[in-house]
């Protein structure tokens, strides 16, 4: 019977040594980034935060990341950039040199991805993007980024002018805000609809941080152009919407480049987003990417409200390439790098293969907010649904 018990004994302690050591092999998957969660930016970069948390509890609830076949729990490393670009070069400089994350993901908005690239060719350290587009990116020369988005500057113009002149517009007015990607989008845009033959009956810019747009709104409401192209960011797209609203300008094609797309923006005009267009390329309803109604529903469930048909999205997509780029290549740089470069990634997106930095496999399209959610409504050959134009305004 003694012989029995310390047998027993021994076999405990094997197994408890045993589960120990599993438990230090399945050492955590550290992945670092910085993001807005305090400042002028947080409010927009809310969305794509939620992305990234739902993905990493999705992993972990599978069973941990698949790092090239052996399953580790992820954990995120997290700054608070206070929505200050000067702050992001410096918080990816920590986590790379001081932290030691083994990953990164990227910040929220073109002007901090850019902030950051030297410090990931310094390091040689592959980050896979998500909330950047500008014209820029081809200039950049960089091996460590991609940009997953189709939403570029030159291809907008194009697309854009190619839409309106299919819906029949003839006139159209265009008022920009003075920053990077708004202003590239008009660089693109005017000549684009030359060559269609639209007429450009107002061609207006602002500055940014513009508090009231209430006289370019009265010269647009007496112009009565076919459609009103307002390249904004999420501050200036507040203000078109309740001048438009206060003003009851009733044009039938109305575009905001960036802000409509943002949770905080449905709650904030609820109806009167309706028939409103935006930039965007996804939408859960498009049924040959399976993938996109489950992430809609996972991330609905999580946070309570429905993801952002643009930032979110993208979020979440940059977090799924690097999963399959990890499960092929493991963590080693040079291993992510060149997998990333040249694999095909499935995504709720569809799928997304890069040359250079860009995305090449996803087309330019453009969303439209109707009752209530955002529809693919352009290209055709893409579409969720068609056009509709804005008639009204909810008091």
């Known amino acids: 019977m003694r012989h029995r018990k310390g047998v027993f004994r021994l076999a405990v302690a094997a197994l408890a040594l045993c589960a120990s050591s599993v438990g230090f092999a399945a050492e955590p998957v550290r992945i670092g980034f910085g993001i807005s969660r305090t400042g002028d930016t947080a409010p ?21 990341l698949d790092v ?23 918080i990816y400089e920590k986590l790379i040199s001081d932290d030691k994350v083994d990953l990164l993901l990227s910040p929220w908005g073109s002007h901090n991805h850019f902030a950051i690239v030297g410090v990931l060719e310094k390091h040689q350290f592959p980050m896979v993007g998500s909330t950047a587009s500008s014209l820029q990116i081809r200039s950049l020369k960089a091996k ?8 570029m ?10 839409m309106l002149k299919d819906l029949g517009v003839k006139t159209v007015a265009v008022n920009t805000v003075q920053s ?6 008009r660089q693109e845009l005017l000549p684009a609809l030359k060559e269609v033959g639209i007429k450009v009956v107002l061609d207006r810019q ?3 941080g513009a508090k009231d747009m209430t006289s370019t709104l009265a010269e647009i409401k007496k112009l009565q152009p076919d459609a009103v192209i307002n390249l904004s960011y999420p501050p200036d797209a507040i203000l078109y919407m309740r001048g438009a609203r206060e003003q009851n300008i009733t044009v039938p094609f109305q575009f905001l480049l960036v ?31 399976p993938k996109a109604r489950a992430f809609f529903d996972a991330y609905k469930e999580k946070t309570g409200e429905a993801p952002d048909y643009l930032d ?73 649904s068609k056009f509709r134009p804005k008639q009204k305004w909810e008091q």
């Open 312 to 384: 979110a999205v993208l979020a979440y997509m940059s977090a799924e390439i690097l999963e399959q780029a990890v499960a092929k290549a493991g963590l080693d740089k040079d291993a992510l790098r060149e997998t990333i470069s040249t694999e095909t990634f499935d995504t709720i997106n569809g799928p997304v293969r890069f040359e250079g930095v860009q995305n090449v496999t996803t087309p330019t399209m453009f969303l439209q907010f109707q009752d209530g959610a955002a529809q693919i409504i352009h290209p055709p050959e893409m579409a969720t």
């Open 206 to 208: 602002y500055a940014l």
């Open 259 to 289: 802000g409509p797309t943002a949770a905080f923006f449905s709650k904030m005009f609820g109806a009167n987003l309706d028939n409103i267009v935006t930039m965007g390329h996804w939408s859960p309803d498009k049924e040959d990417w």
């Open 68 to 90: 090239k076949g052996e399953k580790r729990p992820v954990e995120f490393v997290i700054y608070d950039d206070q929505s200050d670009v000067s702050k992001e070069a410096a």
């Open 44 to 64: 927009t970069a809310a969305g794509p935060l939620a992305a990234y948390e739902l993905w990493r509890d999705q992993v972990n609830a599978r069973g941990g």
């Open 153 to 162: 500057p030159d291809a907008h113009g194009r697309e854009m002018a190619k």
């Open 144 to 151: 460590n980024i991609w940009f997953p988005t189709s939403s």
């Open 180 to 185: 990077g990607f708004p202003m590239e989008n």
